[in-house]
Each structure stands twice: as C-alpha cells, then as structure tokens.
C-alpha cells in the first residue's frame, strides 16, 4: 500500500528555516509529481509547491516563491521542501502528495496519495 511519511516539522522562530522531508512507499515514485500543501486551523488546504517526475519542473504560489524550494530525490523516493525566511503566517499543518501525472497541480483534488502531516509552526 502507498504510504508517504511526512517529517521535519517544529517550532521556529520567524525568520528561520526548517526543511521537510517526505518519504514514499509502495508506489513507483518516479512516475508521480509531487506536491506540498498546507492547511491552518479554519482554513482551506493551500498549495506550497510542486514538482514534476524527474524533478526538471517546479512551480509555486506567489507566497511561498523565493522563500521555499521543492527537490526530491528518486534514488532514495524522497520529496523534499526546503523553507527559509519563515513567518507567523506559514504556521500551518504541512502535507505532501502525490499525483499520477508529469508535473503537479496546484489543486488538491488532482492528487491521490496524501500523507498525515507534520506541524511547522513559526513564533513571531
């Protein structure tokens, strides 16, 4: 069965950096685009990043570009999201996905595989 493993989350102050990791398994991770996602407390679920299958393409909402980057590595069936300059507003639940396509969507519904989520919370 497909699990992705979410970690790397914690507590920062803003400004700062965390990187999270996503391990995958049970699928043939190459042939999926991966994607990040965030939800906070009475919000919808919002699309970080995304990346395509061999990773040549990436793409990210104008709140998170220049701030975060997506990478993955197909060796070791690992996406992960690297983020720096923090702030209090990206204080959310941060999920990874994966998607049966080339390159991934920015819409939650396009991804079939989801993980539990790991908190990032960022102190002001």
């Known amino acids: 069965q497909v699990q992705l493993v979410e970690s790397g989350g914690g507590l920062v102050q803003a400004g700062g950096s965390l990187t999270l990791s996503c391990a995958a398994s049970?699928?043939?991770?190459?042939?999926?685009?991966m994607g990040w996602f965030r939800q906070a407390p009475g919000k919808e679920r919002e699309f970080v990043a995304a990346?395509?299958?061999?990773?040549?393409?990436?793409h990210y909402p104008d709140s998170v570009q220049g701030r975060f980057t997506i990478s993955r590595d197909n060796a070791k069936n690992t996406v992960y999201l690297q983020m720096n300059s923090l702030k209090p507003e990206d204080t959310a639940v941060y999920y990874c996905?994966?998607?049966?396509?080339?390159?991934?969507?920015?819409?939650?519904?396009?991804?079939?595989?989801w993980g539990q989520g790991t908190q990032v919370t960022v102190s002001s």
């Open positions: 996905a994966a998607e049966v396509a080339i390159i991934g969507g920015n819409d939650p519904r396009d991804y079939a595989y």
């Open positions: 049970g699928l043939t991770f190459g042939s999926y685009a």
């Open positions: 990346i395509s299958w061999s990773g040549g393409s990436v």
